[in-house]
Nanobody, 124 residues
Framework: QVQLVESGGGLVQAGGSLRLSCVAS????????MGWFRQALGKEREFVAF????????SHADSVKGRFTISRDNGKNTVYLQMNSLKPEDTAVYYC?????????????????WGQGTQVTVSS
C-alpha cells in the first residue's frame, strides 16, 4: 500500500530554519504531484505548497511565499519542504500528501494519500 513518512520537524526559535522530508513508497513516485499541508491546533488543515510530478511547476501559499520552498528528488522518492525565517504562526503539524488526479492543488480533495504528520513548533 502507499505510505508517506514525514520527518524533520522539531522546536526552533523564530527566524530559524527547518527542512522537512517525506519519503513515499507503494506507487511510482514520479507519476504524482506532491503537496504539503499544515494544521495548527484548533484550526483547519491548510495548503502550504505543491510540486508537479516532474518538479517543473511549484506553487506556494501566500503566507509562506519567499520563506518556504518545496522540492523533490524522484530518484529518492522524497519531497522536501525547506522552511526559512520561521514565525510562531508557522507552528503546526505538517503533512505531506500525494495528489490523486488533476484538480486544484490547494484543495484537500485533490490528494488521496497522507502521511502521519510531523510537528513544527516555532518559539518567539
Amino acid at each position: 500500500q502507499v505510505q508517506l513518512v514525514e520527518s524533520g520537524g522539531g522546536l526552533v526559535q523564530a527566524g530559524g530554519s527547518l527542512r522537512l522530508s517525506c519519503v513515499a513508497s507503494g506507487r511510482t513516485f514520479s507519476d504524482y504531484g506532491m503537496g504539503w499541508f499544515r494544521q495548527a491546533l484548533g484550526k483547519e488543515r491548510e495548503f502550504v505548497a505543491f510540486i508537479h510530478k516532474s518538479g517543473s511547476i511549484r506553487s506556494h501559499a501566500d503566507s509562506v511565499k519567499g520563506r518556504f520552498t518545496i522540492s523533490r528528488d524522484n530518484g529518492k522518492n522524497t519531497v522536501y519542504l525547506q522552511m526559512n525565517s520561521l514565525k510562531p504562526e508557522d507552528t503546526a503539524v505538517y503533512y505531506c500528501a500525494s495528489a490523486s488526479a488533476s484538480g486544484a492543488v490547494d484543495q484537500i480533495s485533490t490528494y488521496d494519500y497522507w502521511g502521519q504528520g510531523t510537528q513544527v513548533t516555532v518559539s518567539s
